[in-house]
């Protein structure tokens, strides 16, 4: 064994990042995640299973108290300046909020984000800064302990998905952040953090119905109908679901569209 390999083995087994070791010394970093704890951390151990699945892909990722969210966004910059790989920043709680916070110290810093997910945020957050490129929310508006529908800021022109849960009754604040499906679509997510998608943005807004799979889409397109089509026909067209086509375009499931009427559709960036 040549001194090089060697050395490049120690350097493998100091290193905190198990895709170097993999794919050898010239390998980018492929995105860090910052990740804010709710009020009560103890009972936010879903976050730390997101996170092992976050790990798991690649990316680096890193669980704070939702108070240290500025010292975070300083080592961000830090990070960032040195190696610009993809920042995502995820929060339940309060720590949604303090995702969004974060996400601001960034924005003041000219330092881009590439994804911000919250979990049920309290009604007291702030809106999406104009620095983030794609925002996922998961909340339920019923809820008083989160419910926070947080908006596009000023200046925001990137991607956006709210999913509002509350007719689903398996869900609560204190679990919204623990279903095994919705962290796999979100470590996904977070690892291709830095995908985006030609043609026009349209922001979306789903309130999901009762017992149906939850897909968390990334935003939404506007397709052209032509003489003849249907809902149902243009959802089959785009893979997705009647129902969400029929919400998103306020019809029924069996409506007939006229030729070259708009329809918006939800899509996906990246990996799914």
């Known amino acids: 064994m040549t001194k090089a390999i060697l050395k490049f083995t120690a350097l493998c087994l100091a290193s905190l990042s198990i895709a170097m070791c993999l794919t050898g010394p010239a390998a ?17 151990w879903g976050m730390d299973q997101l996170a092992d699945r976050i790990n798991k892909t690649g990316v ?15 080592e961000a910059i830090a990070d960032y300046r040195r190696d ?3 920042i995502t920043a995820i929060g339940h709680s309060i720590g949604g909020d303090s995702a969004i916070e974060f996400a601001e110290k960034l924005a ?3 330092v881009p984000v590439a994804l911000v ?5 309290t009604r007291m957050s702030g809106a999406v800064p104009g620095n983030v490129e794609r925002y996922i929310n998961l909340f339920q508006s019923s809820n008083m302990l989160g419910g926070g529908d947080l908006a596009p800021g000023r200046g925001f022109h990137g991607h956006y998905a709210s999913y509002n849960l ?71 067209a785009n893979h997705v679901p009647a129902w969400v086509v ?20 939800p899509r996906f960036l990246g990996r799914r």
């Not at 680096?60 to 300083?74: G, L, N, R």
């Not at 997910?117 to 945020?121: L, S």
Request: charged share 20%; proline share 7%; glycine share 6%.
């Open 166 to 236: 509350k007719d689903r009754s398996e869900m609560i604040h204190v679990n919204l952040d623990k279903f095994d499906a919705i962290q796999v679509q979100l470590a996904a997510k977070v690892r291709s953090a830095g995908a985006g998608a030609a043609g026009e943005t349209v922001p979306l807004r789903i309130v999901y119905p009762p017992s149906v799979p939850i897909e968390l889409w990334d935003d939404a397109m506007p397709v052209s109908a032509h003489a003849g089509e249907t809902v149902q026909s243009i959802a089959a």
């Open 246 to 265: 029929a919400q998103l375009n306020k019809k029924t499931e069996n409506a007939t569209l006229n030729e070259g009427e708009r329809v918006v559709v």
């Open 84 to 86: 610009p790989a993809p």
């Open 108 to 110: 003041a810093a000219h």
């Open 28 to 44: 980018a970093t492929p995105g860090r995640a910052y990740m804010f704890r709710g009020l009560i951390g103890m009972i936010d």
């Open 60 to 74: 680096i990722a890193k669980i704070d108290s939702h108070m240290s969210w500025s010292s975070a966004a300083d």
């Open 117 to 121: 997910i919250t979990y049920d945020p």
